[in-house]
C-alpha cells in the first residue's frame, strides 16, 4: 500500500496549481470575491471558534460528576469550569451569527449550559444519595447529551452556509470568467474536480470514523482495523484512536478482574471474623466466668465481643479510620486475653495524629491473630504482642510484633515468597497483603522479620491519608 500523503501536502500542491492557473483571471476575479469576502470570514471563523469546543463534553462532565457524586479519589470537584467556558464559546459565537438556523442552535447551547449549571449547585445541595443520583441521570446527563448535540447542529448548519456560500462563489465566478474566456471554464472545471476529489478523500474517511464513534458510544470496545485513507493526518488519527479504545478495553477488564479479586479477599477476611472455634471459645469463658460469679468480667467480655463484630461490620464500609481498626484490635486482644491472661501480654501503641488516617478495615487483626496462635501461643510460656504505628515520610508505617517461637530462615523466605506470589498461605497474611496492593499499588503491603527464639515482627506499609481525603 501506498504511503499516505499529508492534507497539508495535497493541499498545498493543489493551491499550487489553482495559482499558477489562475493568475491569468485574477484581476477580473478580485472584485466578485471582495463581495464575498465579509461573509465568508465570518461563517469561518464560527466554524473554526465552534471547533474549539471540547468534543468530549459530554464524557467529561459526566465523569466528573460521576467522580463528585460517589466521592472518589479521582474527582477535583464540580466541573464548574468547563461548563462556564461552553457558555462564553457560545456567546461569542451568538455574537457573529447570523444565520437563523445556526442562531437558534447556538442560543439552545448558551441555555442548556446555564441550566445545566444550575442543576449543577441544585445536585450538589441536595443531601440524598439517591435523589443526587436521580439527578444525575435525569438532568445532568441529559442536559450534556443535549448541549453536545445543539453544538454539533450548529457546526452543521454553519458548514451547510458555508458550503452554499462556495458554491454561489463558484456559479459567480463561473458566470464571470465566461466572459473573459473559454479557458477560465476550463479551470474552474479543473479545480472543482480537484476539489471533490480532495473532498471525498478527507470526507470519507472522517464519516467512517464518526460512526465508529457513534459505535464505542453504544459500548463496542473492541479494537478495530484503523479506517484506510489516503491522507496521512487521518490515517494516523484512526490508529491511535483504536489504540486507545483498546488500552481503554483491557483497563475496564483490569479494573472489573480487581475489583473482583478485592471482593473476594474482603469475603474471605469477614468469614474468618465469624470462626466457630473462636465463638465457641469466647461463649465458653463468658458462661464461665458468670458461673464463678465474676460478672463485671463477664460483662465485659459481652462488651468486647459486642465491639469486635460491630466493627468488623463497619456499616458496610470498605474503608475506615486507624482509630476504628484500633478499636477493633482492642475488642479482639481483650477477649483472647480473658481465655489467655497467662501467658499473653500485649501493648498497642499508634501515633496520635494518626488517628483519623484511612486504612482498609480488617487489615490488622488478622496479623494480631496470627501473632497468638502461631508466635505467643506455641512459646508456652508469657508472651507479649505489640501493635505500633508510626509516620515515615508520606507513608505510614504499622507493626505487630510478638516475642513467640520466630520462624526459620527458610521458612520466612518460603512464607515472604508465598505472599509475594499471592498463595493463599500465611495464616491470612497474603489476603491482607493482596488488599493493600489492590487498594494502594504495589509499593504498599506487608513485609516480614523474624528470628528462631526471638519472634515475629510483620510491618505494614501505606500511604498517609485523612479522614477528609478519598482512597
Known amino acids: 500500500m501506498n504511503r499516505p500523503s499529508s492534507i497539508q501536502h495535497r493541499l498545498r500542491g493543489l493551491i499550487l496549481t489553482f495559482v499558477l492557473l489562475a493568475a491569468l483571471i485574477l484581476a477580473a476575479a478580485f472584485s466578485m470575491m471582495a463581495r464575498y469576502n465579509s461573509r465568508y470570514k465570518d461563517l469561518l471563523y464560527n466554524v473554526t471558534t465552534a471547533s474549539e469546543f471540547n468534543q468530549d463534553f459530554k464524557a467529561a462532565i459526566d465523569l466528573k460528576m460521576y467522580y463528585y457524586l460517589i466521592e472518589s479519589q479521582y474527582s477535583d470537584g464540580l466541573p464548574l469550569e468547563e461548563v462556564r467556558a461552553a457558555q462564553q464559546l457560545a456567546r461569542d459565537l451568538l455574537s457573529s451569527t447570523t444565520e437563523k438556523d445556526s442562531r437558534m442552535a447556538i442560543s439552545s447551547v448558551l441555555s442548556l449550559c446555564q441550566n445545566l449549571e444550575e442543576k449543577i449547585y441544585e445536585l450538589r445541595d441536595t443531601g440524598s444519595y439517591d435523589e443526587r443520583q436521580n439527578q444525575l441521570e435525569n438532568n445532568i446527563y441529559v442536559l450534556t447529551s443535549l448541549i453536545q448535540e445543539y453544538m454539533y447542529n450548529y457546526l452543521y448548519y454553519e458548514a451547510v452556509h458555508l458550503n452554499a456560500l462556495q458554491a454561489q462563489t463558484g456559479r459567480q465566478l463561473v458566470a464571470d470568467f465566461l466572459l473573459i474566456a473559454a479557458c477560465t471554464a476550463l479551470l474552474v472545471l479543473f479545480f472543482s474536480w480537484r476539489a471533490a476529489r480532495l473532498g471525498r478523500s478527507i470526507t470519507r474517511p472522517i464519516a467512517a470514523l464518526c460512526t465508529r464513534v457513534a459505535g ?13 485513507s489516503e491522507e496521512y493526518e487521518i490515517r494516523t488519527l484512526s490508529e491511535s484512536f483504536e489504540q ?31 470462626n466457630p472455634h473462636f465463638l465457641y471459645n469466647t461463649m465458653d469463658t463468658i458462661i ?7 460478672t463485671e468480667e463477664a460483662v465485659e467480655m459481652v462488651s468486647s465481643l459486642s465491639s469486635f463484630f460491630r466493627h468488623s461490620l463497619s456499616r458496610g464500609q470498605d474503608v475506615i479510620t486507624l482509630h476504628e481498626e484500633e478499636e477493633h484490635v482492642c475488642s479482639y486482644l481483650q477477649i483472647q486475653q480473658a481465655r489467655y491472661k497467662d501467658i499473653m501480654r500485649y501493648t498497642v501503641n499508634i501515633a496520635p495524629e494518626l488517628k483519623g488516617a484511612l486504612i482498609p478495615k ?110
Open 288 to 294: 464461665w466466668l458468670i458461673e464463678a460469679e465474676k
Open 244 to 274: 486507545m479504545v483498546g488500552r481503554l478495553n483491557r483497563q475496564i477488564q483490569e479494573t472489573a478482574h480487581n475489583q473482583e479479586r478485592l471482593r473476594r479477599t474482603e469475603l474471605a477476611l469477614i468469614q474468618s471474623q465469624v
Open 362 to 471: 480488617l487489615t490488622l487483626q488478622p496479623l494480631v491473630e496470627n501473632a497468638l496462635y502461631h508466635g505467643v501461643k506455641l512459646k508456652r510460656e508469657l508472651g507479649h504482642i505489640y501493635v505500633t504505628g508510626r509516620i515515615e515520610g508520606a507513608d505510614i508505617l504499622l507493626q505487630v510484633t510478638d516475642d513467640g517461637v520466630g520462624m526459620p530462615p527458610e521458612w520466612l523466605a518460603q512464607l515472604t515468597r508465598s505472599i509475594e506470589e499471592g498463595e493463599r498461605v500465611g495464616f491470612g497474611l497474603s489476603t491482607v497483603h493482596e488488599r493493600l496492593q489492590l487498594f494502594f499499588g504495589p509499593p504498599y503491603g506487608l513485609s516480614i522479620s523474624s528470628q528462631p527464639g526471638v519472634g515475629t515482627t510483620v510491618t505494614i506499609r501505606i500511604p498517609w491519608r485523612k479522614e477528609e481525603s478519598a482512597l
Open 216 to 228: 464505542i458510544g453504544s459500548g463496542d470496545l473492541e479494537e478495530r482495523e484503523p479506517i484506510r
